[in-house]
């Protein structure tokens, strides 16, 4: 429920791939397919003299080097700098207040996010249908938005699981004065079947 | 300790009270713990000037019961004061009303920030 | 329910039910940053006038013209692997990556739900309208059917339309999105004395 941008990282999955596609594909026409590999041999002459004459003529004085390679080293440090704030803008969100309620001019209140958290968690641990619960408040749109993460014992109902975290959001949103927008997660963390029943003889 | 002797101003008075940020800190505590019945000691204050007159922010847990009672029984936001918001709003006023009345202070804005709970057992509601 | 809270559950159910592909991104922008550091330290070096770290950006470039007459079988197949896992890239970028959840109608809240929750659930309607032991129920959810194994006692036969019953009623109960088809397998083979 987090911030991250799943159309950049798709994006950049995608371009990474398409990139690898077409240079693969080329270098092994290169060697591969006779009519690529003539046409890439005549070429390569040619546009190593192109290439040479651009470095000469984009000479910086003085320097004696082409400002070309400077404007490629600094791309190259943007591309790097873009890469590490795109990692690290991954799966943010978490936020602390719930909600904001300007009373007046004269005053304000401020509901933290620890105060639906706790009551939540509270109220779902006294039910033996949750082996755990967490509670966390997610920013999503600008709105702050509760994260009920209930793991269930092993044959509990989704019906009822869900029943229960929403009676308790019902219950919450009275207390509270205030309806707050909630995921409910209902997850079970037993994956592993025993096959064989224990004989107790 | 009466109101008149702790105004700044009236022509009754032969000398200035200073209340220190210290002592107020105190007051506005004492006053939020009393309104919202929780421990002062947990009570948070931050004073600030607001053009002239004073600002406070209060940071405070908030005494509830727990949300099964709630659900179970209907009337019991109600006999505790009604929601937290409605609460928090109370308090605000609480809070402005008495604190000036104590120190003589003008506060211009309160802002409560509820931080956190404190579940009640299931016992008579406060 | 209000309408801005429509979409803001809508956004959550679909983001809650995909994968982020976050893991990849990140090791392929791990791996270009290296790259791209790498090759930019390279040029620093050669305009500076020192010897290369490990290839000088001129014998990169020349290397990449003469393509061509390097020894043919490496080159042919690092391109072609290249190229597959270029292909696989751009098919995960593309691909909807669908969690094992399944979202619940609810009034109140969005809620999603781990199929193995449904599967252990159902697991336990069916073994019971089977008169089965649960141990020997297996039920696999995936994304619109449930299909339920039953491997039924020696001597006590199983009824398949009694178990569907029992399953898709569940099923109908739980209002999951996308709808969930139930599919009842009883074993041929009985398990004698379970």
């Not at chain 1, 309806?179 to 025993?194: K, M, T, Y």
């Not at chain 2, 007051?27 to 004073?54: Q, Y």
């Not at chain 3, 609810?106 to 336990?124: K, M, P």
Request: with cysteine.
């Amino acid at each position: 429920m987090n911030s991250t941008n799943r159309a950049a990282n798709r994006l950049l999955i995608f371009v990474c791939g398409l990139l690898l596609l077409v240079v693969g594909a080329a270098a092994a026409a290169a060697v591969l397919v006779p009519f690529v590999r003539d046409a890439w041999k005549d070429t390569s002459g040619q546009v190593t003299d192109q290439v040479a004459s651009w470095l000469e003529q984009t000479q910086l004085s003085g320097l004696g080097v082409s400002w070309i390679l400077i404007a490629v080293v600094a791309l190259l440090v943007i591309a790097i700098i873009a890469l590490i704030v795109f990692i690290s803008r991954q799966g943010r969100g978490h936020t602390g207040i719930a909600l904001t309620d300007p009373t007046s001019e004269h005053g304000s209140t401020v509901i933290e996010s620890s105060v639906a958290e706790h009551a939540l968690k509270d109220a779902l641990d006294a039910h033996s249908e949750f082996v755990g619960s967490h509670v966390s408040t997610y920013k999503v749109r600008r709105t702050p938005v509760l994260k009920v993460s209930v793991t269930c014992r092993r044959g509990v109902s989704p019906k009822d699981a869900a029943a229960i975290v929403e009676s308790k959001l019902h219950a919450l949103d009275e207390l509270l004065g205030r309806e707050l927008p909630a995921l409910i997660q209902i997850s079970g963390g037993f994956r592993a079947r025993v096959t064989k029943t224990t004989r107790l003889q | 300790m009466s109101i008149a002797s702790t105004t700044e101003t009236g022509a009754a008075q032969r000398g200035r009270t200073r209340v220190t940020s210290k002592a107020l800190n105190k007051v506005v505590s004492a006053v939020t713990a009393d309104a919202l019945g929780v421990d002062a000691a947990r009570v948070g204050v931050e004073l600030a000037d607001h053009t002239g007159a004073l600002a406070l922010v209060v940071t405070t847990p908030i005494r509830i019961v727990s949300l099964d009672r709630v659900s179970t029984d209907n009337s019991v936001v109600a006999r505790s004061g009604g929601t937290i918001l409605d609460r928090a709003g109370q308090a605000q006023t609480t809070i402005r009303d008495r604190v000036s009345a104590l120190t003589g202070s003008e506060i211009a804005r309160v802002t409560v920030k509820v931080s956190g709970v404190t579940i009640q057992p299931e016992e008579r509601v406060k | 329910m209000s309408s801005d809270n429509k979409a803001l559950y809508a956004r959550i159910s679909r983001r809650e039910t995909h994968s982020p592909r976050s893991l990849l991104a990140i090791v392929l922008a791990v791996v270009l940053i290296i790259v791209f550091a790498w090759v930019g330290t390279e040029v620093v070096i050669a305009l500076l006038g020192l010897p290369a770290l490990l290839v000088a950006p001129s014998d990169m470039f020349a290397s990449a013209l003469g393509l061509a007459e390097q020894p043919a079988g490496i080159v042919a197949a690092a391109g072609i692997v290249a190229a597959v896992i270029g292909l696989v890239l751009i098919i995960l970028s593309l691909s909807p990556g669908r969690r094992a959840r399944h979202v619940i109608d609810t009034e109140r809240a969005a809620t999603v739900v781990d199929n193995e929750v449904i599967a252990s659930a159902l697991a336990r309607h069916a073994s019971y309208a089977g008169n089965v032991d649960p141990d020997n129920t297996t039920v696999s959810v995936s994304h619109r059917r449930a299909v339920v194994d039953l491997t039924p006692t020696s001597g006590i036969p199983a009824n398949r339309d009694d178990v569907t019953e029992a399953v898709t009623a569940q099923l109908d109960a739980y209002g999951l999105r996308p709808t969930v088809r139930a599919r009842v397998q009883i074993a041929e083979k009985a398990k004698v004395g379970a």
